[in-house]
């Protein structure tokens, strides 16, 4: 059964710092594209970053370009959030996913490409 723990779950002020942890079991992880993904109250699941299977490529929504930065751990089945200079507008439910298509050796950005879900990890920006 694949698994997805995310953790890291916290209240900042705007400006702070905070990362996010996701825990995969169940699956190669090593041949899974990783994503994060954030939902706030009201609006649809958005894309936030992407990271190829070796961590060699990654991927940016704009609105987090140049403050946050994923990378991985293949060694510890665990994908990562680094968020830096938080903004209120980045308050939202925090989900981690898995792509487990062999064919998709790169990022992916789209809701449908991932396979597997985290129950997801509340992140909390205060002005």
């Known amino acids: 059964q694949v698994q997805l723990v995310e953790s890291g779950r916290g209240l900042v002020q705007a400006g702070g710092s905070l990362r996010l942890s996701c825990a995969a079991a169940?699956?190669?992880?090593?041949?899974?594209?990783m994503g994060w993904f954030r939902q706030a109250p009201g609006r649809a699941r958005e894309f936030v970053a992407s990271?190829?299977?070796?961590?060699?490529?990654?991927y940016y929504a704009d609105s987090v370009k140049g403050r946050f930065s994923i990378s991985r751990d293949n060694a510890k089945n665990t994908v990562y959030l680094q968020m830096n200079n938080l903004k209120p507008e980045d308050t939202a439910v925090y989900y981690c996913a898995a792509d487990t298509n062999v064919l998709n050796t790169i990022v992916a950005v789209r809701v449908y490409e991932y396979d597997y879900w985290g129950q997801g990890t509340q992140v909390t920006v205060s002005s």
């Open positions: 990271i190829c299977r070796a961590g060699l490529n990654t």
């Open positions: 169940g699956l190669t992880f090593r041949r899974s594209v």
